[in-house]
């Protein structure tokens, strides 16, 4: 017999681990080589401005959240406030994000495996898949624990290196590149080398480098003491990625100038090798694969707890609301791994130019999603303000930064036609809300027959 609820098995540790797993990868470790290319040390100034907005996103779904203990993810919240429709659309959305995320880390993994054994990258990507699938079937806490080793991996990486950097500003030290400084921040063309269009053409890789931050809303369903662990995670996390990106990214430009990195290869590895670390390949290949496991395993928690949610929605079929012995969803689980193993079975069809455009549909989707979460805040606000004057956890500065925050996506968005990489994705995505669209509407009319 199906358990009726989600068990509530998570510790704050895990719920804010889980955020930080689920943003700290692929866009630090292996796309802020092309955001540092395209913008220059002005990309310091991208990773802050879009982090505050996520902030402000968060703090606006955390109140939403609390509003309601019966909340289990924003499509609940986009439900009630802007309807049926918005809901069906975003959560369905929202799973095609993650499914495309965990489509491209899956597909990294078998490539970093390849780095030491000369095997075929679908067999070391499907093996992986297999055993995350299996950690996740069994218990939600088991995930819990999973990821939190994931992110600690990445989040000793990022502080070893801050701290090898601080230590070589101090001493002075000189690696093959020159002088470790503070000056190699604007002494190679300034700080804005290829002027503001260059720094604005960075955003869409920046924005792609915070998705996954509003997991802890899904995660929300599954805390131990929600009231306490949703606050204390909303308000640490957003600050901390601040500085693991905005920290690292200095050190990265004080030991190597900007014009020394190349948008190939991970500036991590390229920072280790500068400082005379010889098995800095290795050391960052084995991060960066934990780093893809960690973002493929947050993928999947994060689509089969949409399906679920879903599912008990009536906007998807009804056996995936099924949850296992151990309160786990595993029919959604099972549905979206055989969907992410497409894309690892797939591998060597992949063309090069896969990375770009899952990350920018990603990011167009995302936001998408934060944009709906800020709409359902101002109609919350607006249509429930006894609910709003009760609020222990109010969102700042609303709601003048809602609208702000969301003239700026409607920005990155624009910014995205004016380069060549982004532009088919930004096309092409559009036929995703359309599809979304006409099956709502087919749906609902055969409801009503």
């Not at 080793?149 to 000793?156: P, S």
């Not at 990022?158 to 030290?173: A, D, K, P, R, S």
């Amino acid at each position: 017999m199906a358990q009726k609820e989600l068990k509530r098995d998570l510790a704050n540790r895990h719920v804010q681990l889980i955020a930080i797993g689920g943003t700290i990868g692929t866009g630090l470790f292996l796309g802020s080589g092309k955001a540092i290319q395209l913008a220059g040390p002005s990309i310091i100034f991208a990773y802050l401005i879009v982090g505050i907005a996520v902030f402000f996103v968060m703090r606006a779904l955390g109140e939403l959240l609390l509003s309601k203990t019966s909340y289990q993810s924003f499509t609940d919240i986009a439900e009630d406030y802007l309807g049926p429709r918005a809901a069906f659309v975003t959560g369905w959305t929202y799973w095609f994000c993650w499914i495309m995320i965990a489509m491209a880390d899956i597909i990294a993994v078998g490539l970093y495996v390849q780095y030491w054994f000369d095997i075929p990258q679908w067999i070391p990507a499907i093996i992986c898949l297999i055993i995350l699938l299996g950690f996740n079937l069994l218990t939600v806490k088991l995930f819990g624990e999973l990821e939190f080793w994931f992110a600690l991996i990445k989040v000793i990486t990022i502080l070893i290196l801050i701290v090898v950097g601080i230590v070589l500003l101090v001493i002075g030290f000189k690696t093959d590149t020159g002088m470790v400084t503070v000056k190699n921040l604007w002494q190679h063309g300034g700080l804005f080398p290829h002027g503001i269009s260059g720094f604005l053409l960075s955003f869409q890789m920046v924005l792609f480098a915070f998705v996954g931050v509003e997991l802890v809303g899904v995660s929300a369903a599954e805390t131990s003491n929600p009231r306490k662990n949703i606050p204390s995670a909303i308000n640490k996390i957003p600050l901390r990625i601040l500085f693991f990106y905005v920290g690292s990214i200095i050190v990265l430009l004080c030991i190597n100038p900007w014009t020394e990195l190349n948008s190939a290869e991970s500036p991590f590895v390229k920072t280790f090798s500068s400082v005379g670390i010889p098995i800095a390949a290795g050391i960052i290949n084995f991060v960066v694969l934990t780093s893809a496991a960690s973002a493929c395993n947050s993928g999947m928690f994060s689509t089969s707890r949409i399906l679920y949610n879903l599912s008990k929605s009536d906007q998807a079929p009804s056996h995936l609301a099924n949850l296992n012995k151990n309160h786990v969803p595993g029919n959604a689980l099972l549905i979206s791994t055989l969907v992410v193993s497409i894309g690892a079975l797939l591998s060597k069809l992949i063309p090069e130019q896969a990375f770009v455009i899952v990350s920018t549909i990603s990011a167009i989707c995302f936001i998408w999603v934060w944009g709906v979460i800020l709409v359902s805040h101002l109609r919350y606000k607006k249509t429930c303000p006894q609910l709003h004057a009760k609020s222990t956890f109010k969102a700042p500065l609303t709601p003048f930064i809602n609208y702000v925050i969301l003239t700026l996506f409607a920005v990155i968005l624009i910014i995205m036609l004016f380069a060549k990489e982004t532009r088919s994705a930004l096309m092409l995505t559009p036929l995703w809300f359309i599809l979304l669209f006409t099956m709502y509407s087919y749906r609902t009319k055969r409801k009503a027959k």
